[in-house]
């Protein structure tokens, strides 16, 4: 047994009473393979890190219930900041974590990305999204400025390939014809997915009307924005946003009597259970996303009863599917590459990066069929289009 695994339970009890948002945390992990969940449990993200953490939580006690390989879980709030996100990390590698499924969001999955590939601690985020992440990209004069993070790697798709499908699928079923943009300049989320969509947009020969930013998270008057769209004759704004600030930009435009068509990226999803909103305003809204929770497929069903069951009744959304397949992707892969948990963290993290850039590894779940990742850490697998209709979400 490794030392750190002795230890751990003694910090790891300490630890429970110490932080507020932790699952699990406080249980005997002997004879478990430590897997740190981290996200914003608390603040205007939370929707997305509880998703992530309940998402973890089912697929962790699906495994268990297996035999064989067992899984220990703990779960920090990083509030969707930054540098508390790197305490949450420290939290959870002081705890003894040997696998870090997270974080949640894009700036936070950043920052950790850097201290995991440090630490060589194997890191599959289920849905920050940036190439940043990852690094090992170039840049648009074919520079790269932030070297690959070999043992990081992403569960859902990357912004680039949202603004570019986004772009694609709007052309090709003619969704609109004067398109508006909304963009978040100061969230490299955001941001990634706006450069991409306009340069496609472009190549395709979308009729962009208007580019408008705001400058923060915090920003609650989009009036500005709204008008300079209208006034160009959009009749379609496309969001790559979070959902805090759309459901803002809704309630505006409608309080202005403008009517836009609205499409959005997977930041989107979880509008629908936002405190206060009123939904009607989200009716048609179209988005892409690996996961629709009213697929006909058995285990999107058992997923979403276990998922209603945990929350009193809430329905997952992609955040949550991602995070359930994220834990079931690592699972696979170590009981292909034989790992244990006497092992350390450091000799997991070169097996499980020696898989997950196998190409013969495929992993089919909930967010996809037939998914494999490239040796620089994207993952492949197609986005799928979904339109909220009668308040809930639905296939397009």
């Known amino acids: 047994m490794k030392f750190k695994k002795i230890a751990s339970v003694a910090i790891a009890a300490l630890m429970s009473v110490m932080t507020f948002a932790s699952c699990n945390g406080g249980e005997d992990t002997a004879g478990t ?19 992530v953490k309940n998402g973890a939580e089912i697929a962790v006690e699906e495994i268990n219930e297996k035999g064989g390989l067992q899984f220990s879980i703990r779960c920090e709030d990083d509030e969707h900041d930054a540098e508390k996100s790197v305490n949450a990390y420290n939290i959870l590698k002081d705890w003894g974590m040997d696998i870090l499924v997270g974080p949640t969001t894009t700036g936070p999955s950043i920052a950790v990305s850097s201290e995991a590939n440090a630490d060589n601690i194997f890191m599959l985020t289920p849905s920050g999204s940036s190439t940043d ?38 052309k090709e079923n003619n969704i609109g014809t004067k398109i508006a943009v909304i963009y978040n300049s100061s969230d ?22 208007s580019e408008t930013s705001f400058p923060s998270d915090d920003t609650t008057d989009f009036n500005v924005q709204l008008t300079e769209a209208k006034n160009a004759g959009a009749d379609l704004i496309f969001l790559p946003i979070y959902y805090t600030p759309a459901s803002l930009i809704m309630k505006q435009a409608d309080s202005a009597g403008y009517e836009f068509k609205y499409f959005g990226v997977d930041g989107m999803d979880g509008i629908l259970t936002l ?53 079931y992707a690592v699972y696979e892969a170590c009981v292909k590459a034989g790992i244990t948990h006497e092992m350390s963290s450091s000799e ?49």
């Not at 590894?361 to 620089?376: C, K």
Request: proline share 4%; glycine share 10%; hydrophobic share 40%.
């Open 275 to 327: 405190e206060g909103f009123d939904t009607s305003l989200a009716e048609g809204v179209m988005l892409l996303t690996p996961f629709v929770a009213d697929a006909d497929d058995a285990d999107t069903r058992s997923f979403v009863e276990k998922y209603k069951a945990k929350t009193g009744g809430e329905i997952p959304n992609q955040f949550a599917a991602d995070a359930y397949d994220a834990v």
């Open 348 to 396: 997991m993290c070169e097996k499980l990066t020696a898989v997950f850039t196998d190409p013969t590894f495929v992993f089919s779940g909930l967010t996809g069929t037939d998914v494999t990742w490239s040796s620089t850490g994207e993952v492949s697998k197609p986005p799928k289009a979904m339109i909220i209709k009668d308040g809930a979400y639905s296939a397009m």
């Open 133 to 170: 992440i990852l690094g090992g990209f170039p840049n648009e004069s074919g520079v790269v400025e932030i070297a690959r993070k070999n043992n990081v790697f992403q569960m859902c798709f990357t912004d680039p390939n949202q603004g570019t499908a986004s772009a694609e699928y709007i």
């Open 188 to 209: 490299a989320y955001s941001t990634g997915i706006y450069t991409k969509f306009i340069a496609k947009a472009d190549e395709l020969g979308l009729d962009v009307v």
């Open 33 to 51: 393979i430590q897997i740190g969940v981290s996200g914003p449990f608390t603040g205007g993200a939370a929707i997305y890190g509880t998703a």
